[in-house]
């Protein structure tokens, strides 16, 4: 009985002293390089104008939330209405002006931006959108990088 209950001691110890355990600056390092595949992604498909390739950065969950410009939607709602807010664009140019990663914990990262983004409309002419700025908390499920909200703000 002794030896049961101290097996059951030395697990418990070591299963709270790993839950506990802090990321080592170089855990967080391989955390925002792996979250910054996911960031590419969603530029990248925001460049290219497809709201198909975009929405599958979106994690699929009743907690998702988007904030756009003051305009607060559910998962369902956003993947609804990003191709038509996407179909007057040819395409759209991100340039980058600072961006920091923040790790939350090994599953959650808090990413920031400043960009500038030239914009290629339809009837040929371009819109420049300067400063936009975007917060994403991103989440790790599965062994996968989704966006589980995701603010934008930007002048008109």
Known sequence: MKTKL???IVLLCFACNHANKPLTD?????????????????????????????TATYMNSPDFVSLINGVCDDYEHTVEKYPKLMSDFISQKATIISEKYVVLDAQTVFYTSISKW??????????VFEPVGLQFLLKKVDNQWKVLSWTEAYQL
């Not at 030239?118 to 819109?127: E, F, G, R």
């Open 6 to 8: 101290s097996i059951l």
């Open 26 to 54: 170089a855990d967080k390092n391989k955390i925002i390089g792996e979250a910054k595949g996911l960031i590419s992604a969603i530029f990248q498909a925001c460049e290219n104008c497809d709201p198909t390739e975009l």
């Open 118 to 127: 030239d914009c290629k409309l339809k009837n040929d002419s371009i819109a």
